[in-house]
């Protein structure tokens, strides 16, 4: 599914360069739950947006599904992104001028689908991610958990294979946190979606399948 | 509070294209301010310089009219008075005519003076001289100017044609080309001495005019009054009078103070936005400063300080760019249609002026930066620390009433204002209308943004409906869409301003029927018979003519009241009637009637049946109304009565003007009229130039306010620039996310570039509305000037401004939707 080979990142910070991934080498297979955990400025949501495409490696390969991304033009990344992944950030990352549903529906706007046609697909998601009764609400009228409920039915609206999440619960309260994190679980179980988090907590990171551990840019297992 | 300062500076520095869209606004508004007070002045001088080639210094002339005994008269009995006087300078003028070569003729106006009175009164600069003293027998001066285009030089012997006799005249002097010797006119002048042309007339030791200056503390029309005691037969008067400079100033520059109000209005709009912005990007570290102890006060009066530094330096540059405009705009001026000589363009200004200018400059922006800054103090620190403050403008449902009502309000309330204040409050209430529509501008956008949803989905796909969303409540496209729709207005106001008063100027002279227009001092049916023989005349008419008719009943002075034979009157002079043109002729046959303009009619409620009472020679006079005309000629202050009543209420002997139609080139008529009449003081032009020459002195004007409103339309659109970073500065994360789930870059820039074109084509169609509104305005504010004009909308110039407002929003855009679309995704996203 994900497949990295000899990763490396480097940031240039002036005149010096700093290694941010050394040598990363890693599979993640179809329908796991890969938790990405290490201290802070390891370097794990470099790592877990090179995996997305957001940023290009300073040398490695990786490739999704098979394919390589250092060959992708940006638009073929860009259809990637909404068709093949689903991202979820600390920080919700909605649009505060669109309403839940029109943030939700934004990767089928992007792909050029009608709206109309997903009514049904997002009732399903909305359902899920128990948002069915904030279809109007702007993300300022909704809670810290709400509007991250929000970005994760975004991340899935498009029947993505792959979700990658940086610090999904890391601004939330423990229990809204808990309640997020079961609803990944359910995600990757009922519809044995692929789920890469990024995480702090040892707790969330028991929901998953497998941890990744990073430490000064490497994985250390 | 030094640490701060610090701060701000650095700011100052490193935001370089705002600093200087900010101090360029600020010094374009001064300027302009500048240029329109000191263009009052300049205009004023130039006049003066104008008149003073007839009058010089003086102040009061007593000359002869048709009640005098004789056309001269002694000046001893005003020479009695001499110690009121500083000067008593009596002259003689006489036209002759000057053959320059085989075939061509010029009219010389010869000026009877002492050498000494003339020093005195005009004084005049010798350049060469030859046995110029003692200035007496057949001496002649003459200006540069002339005696370089005429062949003239020092020492020449001329003969000059006077009342069928040559009288040889030698060249003593040739001066500069200023004073009574400054260009333009249609003939040109040459000093004689006084006894030389006394004698010529057999009038020794008269003099055909007196100039007069009062000492000081002797008053003007006290001197009039004693003068006029003893020259009772004659006519004394002032020679110019201030009132009549100041209204010819007022005419030129009213059309800029009509413009300086918007100018300083989309300047404040600019200052404002950009301290928004300003206030917004510091308040990370306001809030820090405060939260650590720094007072409100503090962190206020830091923000002032730099809005005043602003507009201290502002207006600095404001002052010097301000005389760049001056000069430019005298020196347009300066370029007379009437000669083809160009005067030297002198600029006048006043320190107060200048200072005034830069005071202004230091307000604009203190005042401007004021309400952003008051905004940000009232942000609680814990909303500033959290980032808590929204950048979504809030829906204040009161917000779009206030607007319309303002507009109403605006539109209606000229309508209803007259007198004194009249000026001040329509201008007030054109800006009350930009206010009002700025406030209305967001309800106006969700509306337009409502429709074009739907449309767009078709047009441009999903990305269309995303740019239609995103235009919704959001406060830097509303500023956008505001600044180009007071741009584009003011613009379609100054080009349809233009473009009517060329069409009526072109329309008054489109009415003549004939092709020649001239006047005689002595214009009646014989000159006609004299003209008809000259080669190439077919038709002539003569009409009377009296200046500054009072009307008794409503304290008005018609300029001009024609008296005209009706009958054959509308051939030359093919006006619209109100009512059939026989009936009026009949009408007329059977008494005092009259015709007045559709514009006295507006102007002074004037009906049909009723009857003006006109003050005459002969008493009070009751003229009927029995319709109008329609003209502008003369600015529209005109009326038409029947010949012979004019001529006797107002004891009219000759012609006021005298109307030719030709049947050959009306060019080579007229200089065979010249030359027949070359002896005669006469003034005579085809009427294809005079159309021409009267285009070229409004273009001039217009020239000036078109750049005007240019420079108003730059501002504009660099503060449209400035608004399109910021928006995109703001934008940055909500991009990146868009491109984290999956926009491509080309969606980007598809986006951003139908967003642009929206709010452009948006402020272009409110642009188009406001500028309609604000020549519904200008009309009052022309009414309230005492001028009116007919206005003619075109609709391709409002289409224009509707692509213009587009291209504008499209251009301005490019560059941050370039950027938009490389942006750093993880860079943007992340939020530390
Ligand atoms: N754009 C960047 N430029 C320079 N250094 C960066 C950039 N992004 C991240 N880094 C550095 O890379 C390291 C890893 O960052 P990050 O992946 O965000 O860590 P983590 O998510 O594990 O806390 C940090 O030391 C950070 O300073
Ligand atoms: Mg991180």
Sequence with gaps: MIETTNLYKNFKLGELEVEVLKDINLIIEEGEFVSIMGPSGSGKSTLLYLLGGLDKPSSGSIKVNGKELAVMKDKEESIMRRRELGFVFQFYNLIPNLNVEENVLLPILLDGKAMKEHQGDLDEILEIVGLSDRRKHTPRELSGGQQQRVAIARALINKPEVILADEPIGNLDSKTGMEIMELFKRINQEQNKTVVQVTHSERSAEYGTRIIRLKDGKVCE | ?832
């Design chain 2, 1 to 832: 509070m030094g640490i701060l300062l610090k701060f701000t500076l650095k700011n100052i520095r490193e935001k370089k294209f705002r600093t200087f869209l900010i101090l360029f606004s600020i010094a374009l508004s001064s300027a302009l301010f500048f240029a329109s007070l000191a263009i009052s002045s300049t205009v004023e001088k130039m006049q003066i310089e104008r008149l003073k080639k007839y009058f010089g210094t003086a102040e009061i002339m007593i000359y002869a009219n048709h009640r005098s005994p004789s056309d001269f008269f002694y000046a001893y009995q005003a020479e009695q008075l001499k110690d009121k006087f500083e000067y008593v300078v009596g002259t003689m003028d006489m036209s002759s005519s000057y053959n320059y070569s085989k075939h061509q003729k010029v009219n010389i106006d010869l000026q009877g003076y002492e050498l000494d009175d003339l020093q005195k009164m005009n004084p005049i600069i010798i350049e060469e001289k030859a046995e110029l003293e003692p200035f007496v027998g057949n001496k002649l001066i003459v200006g540069r100017a002339d005696a370089n285009k005429y062949g003239l030089a020092l020492g020449d012997k001329i003969d000059l044609e006077v009342n069928n006799e040559k009288y040889r005249f030698i060249v003593s002097a040739i001066a500069v080309s200023q004073g009574l010797f400054r260009p333009g006119g249609q003939n040109i002048r040459a000093v004689v001495p006084r006894k030389k042309l006394a004698k010529l007339y057999d009038a020794r030791g008269r003099v055909s005019q007196i100039y007069l200056k009062t000492k000081e503390g002797i008053g003007v029309d006290e001197a009039i009054k004693s003068l006029s005691e003893k020259y009772h037969r004659y006519t004394v008067r002032k020679t110019v009078t201030r009132a009549q400079i100041k209204e010819y100033s007022k005419s030129t520059t009213a059309p800029f103070m009509m413009m300086l109000p918007l100018v300083i209005f989309i300047s404040i709009f600019i200052i404002y936005t950009s301290f928004k912005v300003i206030t917004m990007e510091r308040l990370p570290m306001i809030g820090t400063f405060r939260s650590i102890g720094a007072t409100k006060k503090m962190t206020n009066l830091l923000l002032l300080l730099e809005s005043f530094m602003y507009g201290i330096i502002g207006g600095i540059l404001g002052c010097g760019i301000g005389f760049i405009i001056l000069y430019g705009m005298t020196n347009v001026l300066a370029k007379n249609p009437w000669s083809s000589t160009k005067l030297n363009a002198e600029m006048a200004f006043t320190s107060t002026q200048l200072l005034s200018s830069f005071l202004m400059a230091v307000i604009i922006s203190v005042i401007s930066s004021l309400i952003p800054i008051i905004k940000v103090s009232k942000i609680p620190v814990k909303d500033i620390v959290l980032n808590n403050i929204d950048n979504k403008s809030k829906k204040r449902s009161w917000k779009p009433i206030l607007g319309v009502g303002l507009i109403i309000i605006s539109l209606i309330i000229p309508r209803f204002v007259a007198g004194k204040q009249a000026m001040l409050i329509d201008v007030s209430c054109m800006l009350l209308v930009g206010v009002g529509i700025i406030i209305s501008i967001p309800r106006i956008t969700n509306l337009f943004v409502m429709v074009f949803e739907r449309i767009y989905t078709y047009i441009f796909g999903n990305e269309g409906i995303l740019a239609a969303k995103n235009l919704r409540d959001n406060k830097n496209i509303m500023n956008n869409i505001s600044l180009l729709t007071i741009g584009i207005a003011s613009l379609l106001m100054i080009n349809t301003l233009s473009q009517s008063v060329a069409i009526e100027i072109s329309s008054v002279y489109g009415d003549a029927q004939f092709d020649i227009f001239m006047w005689h001092p002595r214009g009646d049916r014989q000159l006609e018979q004299r003209l008809r023989v000259v080669d190439g005349v077919e038709e002539t008419y003569g009409s009377y003519k009296k200046w500054n008719v009072q009307l008794l009943e409503r304290d008005y002075k018609i300029k001009t009241i024609y008296g005209v034979d009706f009958k054959e009157y509308f051939d030359y002079w093919n006006f619209d009637v109100s009512s059939d043109k026989e009936e009026i002729i009949k009408a007329m046959e059977e008494g005092r009637k009259i015709l007045v303009t559709n514009i006295l009619k507006e102007k002074l409620g004037i009906k049909v049946g009723e009857f003006l009472t006109l003050k005459t020679k002969r008493g009070r006079k009751r003229y009927q109304v029995i319709g109008f005309i329609d003209t502008v000629m003369r600015d529209g202050d005109i009326a038409l009565v029947p010949q012979n009543y004019l001529k006797v209420d107002m004891g009219l002997q000759y012609y006021g003007d005298i109307y030719l139609k030709t049947s050959k080139d009306p060019e080579k008529v007229k200089q065979a009229i010249k030359d027949k009449f070359a002896r005669d003081y006469i003034w005579i032009d085809t009427v294809k130039s005079i159309k021409t020459r009267n285009m070229e002195s409004n273009n001039q004007l217009f020239i000036i306010l078109k750049g005007f409103s240019l420079i108003a339309m730059i501002i504009g659109v660099f503060g449209v620039f400035n608004n399109f970073i910021v928006s995109f500065i703001s934008r940055k994360r909500s991009l990146a996310v868009l491109r984290s789930i999956g926009m491509s870059k080309g969606q980007v820039i598809k986006m951003i570039l139908i967003e642009t074109m929206t709010s452009g084509l948006i402020g272009g169609l409110v642009g188009i509305f406001g500028g309609w509104m604000f020549i519904e305005i200008v009309k009052f504010v022309l009414k309230a000037n005492n001028t009116s004009l007919k206005m003619h909308y075109s609709p391709t110039m409002f289409i224009t401004a509707v692509m213009l407002g587009v291209v504008i929003s499209v251009v301005a855009s490019i560059s941050p939707a370039l950027r938009s679309s490389k942006l750093n995704i993880i860079e943007a996203i992340k939020y530390e």
